[in-house]
């Protein structure tokens, strides 16, 4: 009998250690399988946002040359000037040595893209010291008037955010990730309502405006926000159906400028404005979302280099003047759709705004020497054309 009970405690002893033993290599192989899965992640960071397939140095020169111009004359101690020639700065919109929000999110948009960890994080550092606020980054600074403009704009802190996840990517620091994390729950907080984005919010009456203007909704960006997989999905619906149904006629193939939330409609404006228009196409051809007549009217006007600044909703022209900018958005717009010679015709036009004259202060920025009209949006965007 004892000898029987013995057999059995042993039998149930070789049990108990065959399933400690099997638990034990469970535990390891989930361990190292965890460590594994940790290390994947952490080199990985941000791969969702894959950059611009550029030509690498196609336009190396040009780069370099308009760089060159912004820093040294088109900058100032609180970053880059709206404008080379100043004013008193108090007008309804920025003027002078003005700085914008836009401006700074350009700038890191183009210092991700480049790779340029060292300029990147100090135009971060400056961004927070001149324009940072509870609620976001101011979209204005006056330095003569050390005025800091109570609202926001949902576009620049939008590409900032954007930028900082790019940033990630391409430095492989996942450190910009979590500064991009805090920046998109205060975006949430403060520009999403209900599944809505507003424009801005005014720090002074405490609330957002009442429309969105269609040319801020940039999905790309939108859906790199961090929020709940549920939430982001109205958010992109919502936003995606409005910008798509702002679509004016196939006689002038561009987008209406506002959608207001309590009447449900568009603006009435009867003149289009073309960089608002194509900053709406860009968006929607990020996502193979655009129309074929608008693609197809663009070509057309840059193949005639007769991009008008403004169009009639017949289609008519409003405004004959162009600008560099326009041309670089259509180059960004090309080069979403691999399109090689919609992109060169595009950066060749945009390139005859271009100082090429080497003696000039001006050299390599895109302007009117003569009146120093040399504007941040014009430069910059040109600068982010050539890094497409």
Same mark, same amino acid.
């Given at each position: 009998?004892r000898?029987?009970?013995?057999?059995?405690?042993?039998?149930?002893?070789?049990?108990?250690?065959?399933?400690?033993?099997?638990?034990?290599?469970?535990?390891?192989?989930h361990?190292?399988?965890?460590?594994?899965?940790?290390?994947k992640?952490?080199?990985?960071?941000?791969?969702?946002?894959?950059?611009?397939?550029?030509?690498?140095?196609?336009? #190396?020169?040009?780069?370099?040359?308009?760089?060159?111009?912004?820093?040294?004359?088109l900058?100032?101690?609180?970053?880059?000037?709206?404008?080379?020639?100043?004013?008193?700065?108090?007008?309804?919109?920025?003027?002078?040595?003005?700085?914008?929000?836009?401006?700074?999110?350009?700038?890191l948009?183009?210092?991700?893209?480049e790779?340029?960890?060292?300029?990147?994080?100090?135009t971060? #550092?400056?961004?927070?010291?001149?324009?940072?606020?509870?609620?976001?980054?101011?979209?204005?600074?006056?330095?003569?008037?050390?005025?800091?403009?109570?609202?926001?704009?949902?576009?620049?802190?939008?590409?900032?955010?954007? #930028?900082?996840?790019?940033?990630?990517?391409?430095?492989?620091?996942?450190?910009?990730?979590?500064?991009?994390?805090?920046?998109?729950?205060r975006?949430?907080?403060?520009?999403i309502?209900?599944?809505?984005?507003?424009?801005?919010?005014?720090?002074?009456?405490?609330?957002?405006?009442?429309?969105? @203007?269609l040319?801020?909704?940039?999905l790309?960006?939108?859906?790199?926000?961090?929020?709940?997989?549920?939430e982001?999905?109205?958010?992109?619906?919502?936003?995606?159906?409005?910008?798509?149904n702002?679509?004016?006629?196939?006689?002038?193939?561009?987008?209406?400028?506002?959608?207001?939330?309590?009447?449900?409609?568009?603006?009435?404006? @009867?003149?289009?404005?073309?960089?608002?228009s194509?900053?709406?196409?860009l #968006?929607?051809?990020?996502?193979?979302?655009?129309?074929?007549?608008? !693609?197809?009217? !663009?070509?057309?006007?840059?193949?005639?280099?007769?991009?008008?600044?403004a169009?009639?909703?017949?289609?008519?022209?409003?405004?004959?003047?162009?600008?560099?900018?326009?041309?670089? !958005?259509?180059?960004?717009?090309?080069?979403?759709?691999?399109?090689?010679?919609?992109?060169?015709?595009?950066?060749?036009?945009?390139? @005859?705004?271009?100082?090429?004259?080497?003696?000039?202060?001006?050299?390599?920025?895109?302007?009117?020497?003569?009146?120093?009209?040399?504007?941040?949006f014009?430069?910059?965007?040109?600068?982010?054309?050539?890094?497409?």
């Amino acid at each position: 009998m004892r000898q029987t009970n013995q057999k059995k405690w042993l039998h149930a002893g070789m049990i108990m250690a065959t399933v400690v033993i099997l638990l034990i290599g469970l535990v390891l192989f989930h361990g190292s399988k965890m460590q594994v899965m940790d290390k994947k992640a952490k080199s990985s960071v941000a791969t969702k946002i894959n950059a611009p397939k550029r030509q690498q140095g196609k336009y #190396s020169r040009e780069i370099s040359e308009t760089q060159n111009f912004v820093d040294g004359e088109l900058s100032g101690s609180t970053g880059i000037y709206t404008n080379l020639k100043d004013t008193e700065q108090n007008q309804n919109s920025a003027s002078g040595h003005e700085v914008l929000s836009e401006s700074y999110g350009l700038l890191l948009n183009i210092y991700a893209l480049e790779k340029d960890n060292k300029s990147f994080d100090k135009t971060w #550092s400056q961004l927070q010291n001149t324009l940072n606020m509870e609620m976001g980054w101011s979209y204005r600074y006056s330095p003569k008037w050390d005025k800091k403009y109570p609202t926001n704009a949902a576009i620049d802190d939008l590409r900032i955010i954007y #930028s900082l996840k790019l940033a990630a990517s391409q430095f492989s620091d996942s450190g910009y990730i979590q500064r991009a994390n805090k920046y998109s729950a205060r975006f949430n907080r403060y520009m999403i309502k209900n599944g809505r984005m507003y424009d801005f919010y005014d720090s002074l009456s405490d609330k957002n405006n009442e429309y969105v @203007t269609l040319c801020y909704i940039e999905l790309k960006w939108l859906k790199q926000l961090t929020m709940e997989k549920s939430e982001k999905k109205e958010l992109l619906r919502n936003m995606a159906t409005i910008l798509r149904n702002g679509y004016i006629s196939d006689h002038l193939p561009f987008y209406k400028k506002n959608y207001h939330y309590a009447t449900k409609q568009y603006d009435s404006l @009867t003149t289009i404005n073309t960089t608002e228009s194509m900053l709406s196409i860009l #968006s929607l051809t990020e996502l193979g979302l655009e129309k074929d007549r608008s !693609i197809d009217f !663009i070509k057309k006007k840059v193949d005639q280099r007769q991009l008008a600044n403004a169009y009639h909703q017949d289609g008519s022209v409003a405004d004959e003047n162009q600008s560099a900018a326009n041309y670089a !958005i259509a180059a960004m717009i090309a080069s979403e759709m691999n399109d090689k010679t919609f992109f060169e015709k595009s950066i060749h036009q945009m390139n @005859t705004f271009r100082v090429n004259d080497k003696k000039s202060k001006f050299y390599g920025g895109f302007g009117y020497p003569e009146t120093k009209a040399f504007y941040s949006f014009n430069n910059l965007m040109a600068l982010l054309a050539y890094n497409y």
